[in-house]
């Protein structure tokens, strides 16, 4: 009880205490004193006792107050600065000017604080650059991951990816599937992870890792859920060897497919091709031993064996024929050859001229998927600039990709004169710089190809290489944008044990979401209006992950009315063979996951979702969340919860020209709900469960309203 | 009399070399030009010796030669496996099948001649 009353009120009390004592002391004192003596002396021993007692008590008050004053308040204000010093903020200043009562207390007090300032002052200083040079690092470690040629994926050990780089994008094919926070299985074969993690596991728990020769890695066979790929990668345990723990796995892996083909390939050629000669050459090295015996007036017998002759020769050329063919073939696609983006290969070049004045090279055109080996290729392209420029005086270059019919094309544009075949010869036969050693001949035969330069028009030259078209599909609108320089390929937070339990219970920062929306030929779904563009962003650990964007023009199978064409920007030539909502609502479906759905308004795009599933046999049944309610909850003075209304609110920009997009509303949506989830902790609306009931609040008092 | 040798191949310009070869050597020849005709004309008629070709339609080389070593009685006929199929395994499964010898194409008449003879003769080829 006593601890709960502040040191001043203590105080009071004390001094209280004695001034209560003073007539109680006093007047007994003086009654002893009044029955001893003689006569009547009780008047004078009131009057003069009363007299002093009140003197006393007025002594007690006054010094009460002045110890009120320069001890008691100090001293709290002393304790109050400490603790803000301690918790709050330690540039704080401790007053120390009304303490003068307090004697060394105060300079003493003064001097903690300040030691105090300055350790803490000494920590942030060594936090920030511990923080600095672990940024290093990881920016190191994701350029390291961009550049791999080799597929990588983290997962922790319930199979959740908390990391993974381009490169197994690419090889494994996905777009949707693929998400950080996500299960492993919704993309690849489940069986083989699992008992190769346990083997891994048993490995390690019984100790048996250190003596084996491959520690804590060992290799697996794995393959996509749909079956189109087989894969062959490595496993390698993360653990934490304090709490002799697994608390994940690397996986690196690599397509194997081509090559194996190539190999088989060749192989099969190599056979069937020696199989193939030899009935020719017997029949032909048969005839002419038969011949060459053969007395001299056989003329039947020797017509005969001539004609064998004649016929198996030919039959010999041609089998040759086709051998160098496909051995060409083969050899071609034996050099490293991948799929690569033209404005990567194109880029790379230009950034060889950067530094130099001489030379102007830019990139032109739209970007397309062509199959090569960039190095050599790079190299090639250069070597042409530099040659055009020394010996054409060229100085201004555009470089640009085309497709072809059946193949795709890289050029190579300068003003000035054009360069002969036997210039081009004569270029093309110079060892290159950076080339690995090869010259442009030997380049152009590994990519089965040629080069020319021909006249562009207008006093201009261009050098056209043909290269082979992608061997793999790079349709999606997902994957032909380039990806964004820096993406969110990981999250390490997620190596700590997913929290499970109860979703309603999850605290709104510790949610994944998936922001979408959908552009719409009209806003009625029942009357046939259609979904004609849906995309999404997902949220993770309050980060927006941009690189994970979906987005997805979809065919209406109707008419775009010009209202929706002047709203959304999309018209119908655009939407013209894109995939039917059949083809795109599985791949959103799967794209979502388990995460929570948040949208703009979200009830109107559910009602477009719902009345889709049922035909691709699928459900949405995550939980949802409509920013348009979070905002009435946290901002209940306005009516205004428009999208712009709300965004602006938050000073979030939407760029015009992404407005109305349905991945830039769905980016500009995403960043609302994360200034909401703050302002809703304001509010006391911590948990999704918590939030979705405060959302239901609002829907019940806007449905009222409506009745009046 | 004459010793009898079926040649069972499927190329017409090789045959005309392999009869005028045999015939010239002195033998009966007779042709199949597929794995059924072939083992239709043993059983028919058993030869002294079968030149077989492997890549024959119908019935390959190899059926035809189980067949044969499958019959007891066409246990004389000597067999000598023709083909185009040059690889060590190839003419282990072949010696493992039953075959009596093994040429690989392009071979010299002549020592095909050799050979034949020998396993005529009741020699090792």
């Known amino acids: ?708 | 009399m004459a010793k009898s040798v079926l040649v069972v191949d499927d190329e017409p310009n090789i045959m005309l070399s392999l009869e005028y070869l045999m015939k010239r050597a002195g033998y009966d020849v007779r042709l199949a030009r597929d794995g059924e005709e072939a083992l239709a004309s043993v059983i028919a008629s058993p030869p002294d010796l079968v030149l077989l070709d492997i890549n024959i339609p119908k019935r390959n080389g190899y059926e035809v030669c189980q067949a044969i070593r499958a019959n007891p009685e066409l246990k004389n006929v000597r067999i000598l496996m023709v083909t185009a199929k040059g690889r060590e395994v190839e003419i282990e499964k072949g010696l493992a099948l039953g075959a009596d010898g093994y040429a690989t194409k392009p071979f010299s008449t002549k020592e095909l001649a050799e050979r034949v003879a020998k396993l005529l003769n009741g020699a090792d080829a």
């Not at chain 1, 200043?93 to 300079?107: F, H, I, K, N, Q």
């Not at chain 1, 690849?188 to 993690?197: D, G, K, R, Y």
């Not at chain 1, 894969?231 to 697994?246: C, K, P, Q, T, Y």
Request: with cysteine; charged share 25%; hydrophobic share 40%.
């Open chain 1, 1 to 708: 009880m006593n601890e709960r009353l502040s040191l001043r009120v203590r105080f009071f009390l004390f001094f209280a205490l004695i001034a209560v004592a003073v007539p109680f002391l006093l007047g007994g004192g003086l009654w002893l004193a009044a029955q001893r003596l003689e006569g009547n002396p009780t008047p004078h021993l009131l009057l003069f006792g009363g007299a002093a007692g009140f003197a006393l008590i007025g002594v007690v008050v006054g010094v009460w107050q002045l110890f009120d004053q320069n001890v008691a308040r100090p001293i709290q204000t002393i304790v109050r600065d400490l603790q803000t010093l301690l918790h709050a903020n330690p540039q704080h200043e401790v007053d120390t000017t009304s303490g003068r009562y307090l004697g060394l207390l105060a300079p003493v007090v003064r001097e903690i604080a300040d030691a105090f300032a300055n350790a803490r002052a000494d920590v942030d200083k060594e936090v920030t650059q511990a923080t600095h040079s672990l940024n290093e690092q990881r920016q190191q470690l994701e350029a390291i991951l961009r550049e791999l040629n080799e597929g990588v994926i983290v997962c922790n050990s319930s199979h959740r990816i908390l990391l993974y780089n381009r490169r197994a994008l690419q090889i494994l094919g996905v777009t949707e599937g693929m998400g950080l926070g996500r299960p492993l299985f919704s993309i690849l074969n489940e069986q083989p992870f699992v008992l190769t993690l346990d083997r891994l596991t048993s490995r390690y728990l019984e100790g048996r890792h250190e003596t084996h020769p491959d520690r804590l890695m060992t290799g697996l066979v794995f393959a996509r859920n749909d079956g189109s790929l087989i894969l062959e990668g490595r496993m390698s345990l993360i653990v934490d060897d304090a709490d002799h723990e697994i608390t994940g796995y690397v996986l690196t892996f690599d397509d194997v497919t081509s090559e194996l083909k190539e190999l088989i390939k060749s192989d099969r050629l190599m056979r069937s091709t020696l199989e193939e000669l030899r009935h020719p050459v017997a029949s032909l090295r048969a005839a002419v031993e038969m011949l060459d015996d053969m007395p001299a007036d056989d003329a039947d017998a020797r017509r005969a064996f001539q004609k064998v002759l004649a016929e198996e020769s030919q039959r010999l050329s041609s089998e040759l024929e086709r051998f160098g063919e496909e051995y060409r073939a083969i050899v071609t696609s034996q050099w490293p050859m991948s799929d690569v983006h033209s404005g990567n290969l194109l880029n790379a070049l230009t950034r060889q001229f950067r530094n130099d004045d001489s030379i102007l090279c830019d990139v032109t055109g739209e970007p397309i998927w062509l199959r090569c080996d960039s190095t050599t290729v790079v190299a090639l392209l250069s070597h042409i600039i530099r040659r055009a420029l020394i010996e054409l005086d060229a100085q201004t270059f555009l470089v640009s990709a085309r497709t072809g019919t059946s193949r795709s094309y890289i050029e190579v544009t300068w003003e000035g004169d054009v360069a002969s075949p036997s210039m081009m010869e004569r270029w093309l036969k110079e060892p290159i710089e950076r080339g690995l050693g090869l010259t442009g001949v030997e380049i152009l035969e590994h990519h089965k190809s040629e080069a020319w330069c021909e006249p562009a028009g207008g006093g201009k030259a261009r050098v056209r290489i043909p290269v082979p078209p992608p061997a793999s599909q790079h349709t999606a609108t997902t994957s032909t944008a380039p990806l964004p320089i820096r993406l969110e390929f990981y999250d390490f937070n997620l190596l700590k044990p997913a929290q499970l339990g109860a979703v309603a219970d999850t605290s709104l920062r510790d949610l994944t979401y998936v922001v979408f929306d959908t552009e719409t030929t009209g806003l009625e779904p029942s009357n046939g209006d259609e979904i004609i563009q849906i995309a999404g962003v997902r949220i993770l650990n309050g980060r927006i992950l941009t690189g994970e964007a979906f987005d997805q023009l979809v065919d209406p199978g109707r008419r775009v009315p010009p209202l929706a064409t002047r709203i959304t920007g999309i018209s119908q030539e655009m939407v013209a063979g894109k995939p039917r909502i059949d083809d795109v609502l599985p791949r959103f479906h799967d794209y979502v996951g388990e995460s929570v759905l948040v949208a703009h308004n979200a009830a109107f795009d559910m009602k477009f979702l719902q009345l889709k599933q049922e035909r691709c046999n699928l459900r949405f049944d995550n939980p949802v969340l409509d920013t348009v309610l979070l905002s009435a909850i946290v901002h209940d003075h306005t009516n205004q919860h428009t999208l712009d209304a709300v965004a602006e609110r938050f000073s979030i920009e939407i760029p015009p020209e992404t407005r109305h997009t349905a991945l830039g509303d769905s980016l500009a949506t995403a960043g609302v709900l994360l200034k909401l989830i703050e302002l809703l902790e304001v509010h006391g609306i911590r948990t999704l469960g918590e939030a979705i009931e405060a959302s239901n609040k609002i829907v019940e008092i806007r449905r009222r309203q409506a009745k009046y």
